[in-house]
T-cell receptor
């Protein structure tokens, strides 16, 4: 497909479990963003990659959140020791150039019980 | 005060109406302004992307930016039931993207 894909689409985790969320950006897109979207809210910035370099991680809410993009393509957002407040939709977006238009994936809905 | 404010709605209009959606912001460094449409359980879809002040039209959609007032608008003409969704404004300063909370729109047939 030509768009941004994310997996899994839905994830239920027990409190304290680790989770890994995957993002496949549009082929050739150099910029990749992760956002967290709570119910009824707009997306909140988490972190940004330019190729494999993580240039901004100021939005990550705690050191339990970690993101990587080792080969400058697929990215993984990992959340350790999940808490109930981590329940949200996690959106990935990619862009063909720095500062260009962002194209979003469908998101992963994480529910922590 | 949040960086970007947007009336959450819900906003209900009859089919064929002109819809006006608005956002205000506080950061004068924002230079790029976007409108996204988000259907339930889907990711946001880019509708309009504008730079600085002025108008931009694309089909039934018109985006307006007034940087002096820190106010942006999206107008939808001849609204259709398929336009029912949440509309998010977003703004950018460098790589700093900030989204509004979204306005839920329902277009009633």
């Amino acid at each position: 497909g030509a768009g941004v894909s994310q997996s899994p689409r839905y994830k239920v985790a027990k409190r304290g479990q680790d989770v890994a969320l995957r993002c496949d950006p549009i082929s050739g897109h150099v910029s990749l963003f992760w956002y967290q979207q709570a119910l009824g809210q707009g997306p909140e910035f988490l972190t940004y990659f330019q190729n494999e370099a993580q240039l901004d991680k100021s939005g990550l809410p705690s050191d339990r959140f970690f993101a990587e993009r080792p080969e400058g393509s697929v990215s993984t957002l990992k959340i350790q020791r999940t808490q109930q407040e981590d329940s949200a939709v996690y959106l990935c977006a990619s862009s063909s150039r720095q500062g260009g238009e962002q194209y979003f994936g469908p998101g992963t809905r994480l529910t922590v019980t | 005060q949040k960086e970007v404010e947007q009336d959450p709605g819900p906003l209900s209009v009859p089919e064929g109406a002109i819809v006006s959606l608005n956002c205000t912001y506080s950061n004068s460094a924002f230079q790029y302004f976007m409108w996204y449409r988000q259907y339930s359980r889907k990711g946001p879809e880019l509708l309009m992307y504008t730079y600085s002040s002025g108008n931009k039209e694309d089909g039934r959609f018109t985006a307006q930016v007034d940087k002096s007032s820190k106010y942006i608008s999206l107008f939808i003409r001849d609204s259709q039931p398929s336009d029912s969704a949440t509309y998010l404004c977003a703004m950018r300063d460098g790589q700093n993207f900030v989204f509004g909370p979204g306005t839920r729109l329902s277009v009633l047939p």
